[in-house]
T-cell receptor
Framework: GAVVSQHPSWVICKSGTSVKIECRSL??????MFWYRQFPKQSLMLMAT?????????EQGVEKDKFLINHASLTLSTLTVTSAHPEDSSFYIC?????????????FGPGTRLLVL | AQTVTQSQPEMSVQEAETVTLSCTYD???????LFWYKQPPSRQMILVIR??????QNATENRFSVNFQKAAKSFSLKISDSQLGDTAMYFC???????????FGTGTRLKVLA
């Protein structure tokens, strides 16, 4: 159990276009989902925390108008990179929290590689 | 502020041998949880083991075990009978009760040698 899927696994787009990434918890309900960005050979950087039915909470320095997050249901969160630019190229990972409060173990999706040309 | 430190950027171990990855952390909270995640070349983050701070007994999952020293704020991961498939980046993470956010260490890159 505790499987999280992410789609697409990789995407190449032109500068100025928008890209949507989906994150789904397949066998459990996740009240909280997270979006991370990871640069090569570095740790995960939390971008935002997404709660079902409410606005996402963004980390300091993350542009909320650029990285739109929607948590429409207990099993689906989406990240839209708007007007993507080459500097947005990265590896994006979502996770879903199972459990309440500080007991919430996070289960991660397989990640999405984004390349903006 | 809460921090997680992994002081070993890279390690290697011979197949079938045992290796220990270090992790130290700092938090003023009394109720927290610690995790080790593995990220192989596929970059899929995989939960290896989890430890509740209130439990004195060290967590174990097959060949993976931890040495949790609460007073020293140390949480090391021991991998026994290392296998080639254990080659990966290993991240230590901390979460405190009342917050959903993980604090990750910088990772240790482990290579298992044939």
């Amino acid at each position: 159990g505790a499987v999280v899927s992410q789609h697409p696994s990789w995407v190449i787009c032109k500068s100025g276009t928008s890209v949507k990434i989906e994150c789904r918890s397949l066998d459990f309900q996740a009240t909280t989902m997270f979006w991370y960005r990871q640069f090569p050979k570095q740790s995960l950087m939390l971008m935002a925390t997404s709660n079902e039915g409410s606005k996402a909470t963004y980390e300091q320095g993350v542009e909320k108008d650029k990285f739109l997050i929607n948590h429409a249901s207990l099993t689906l969160s989406t990240l839209t990179v708007t007007s993507a630019h080459p500097e947005d190229s990265s590896f994006y990972i979502c996770s879903a929290s199972r459990g309440q409060g500080g007991q919430g173990t996070q289960y991660f999706g397989p990640g999405t590689r984004l390349l903006v040309l | 502020a809460q921090t997680v430190t992994q002081s070993q950027p890279e390690m290697s171990v011979q197949e079938a041998e045992t290796v220990t990855l270090s992790c130290t952390y700092d938090t003023s909270e009394s109720n927290y949880y610690l995790f080790w995640y593995k990220q192989p070349p596929s970059r899929q983050m995989i939960l290896v083991i989890r430890q509740e701070a209130y439990k004195q007994q060290n967590a174990t999952e097959n060949r993976f075990s931890v040495n949790f020293q609460k007073a020293a704020k140390s949480f090391s991961l021991k991998i026994s009978d290392s296998q080639l498939g254990d080659t990966a980046m290993y991240f230590c993470a901390l979460i405190t009760s009342g917050t959903y956010k993980y604090i990750f260490g910088t990772g240790t890159r482990l290579k298992v040698l044939a």
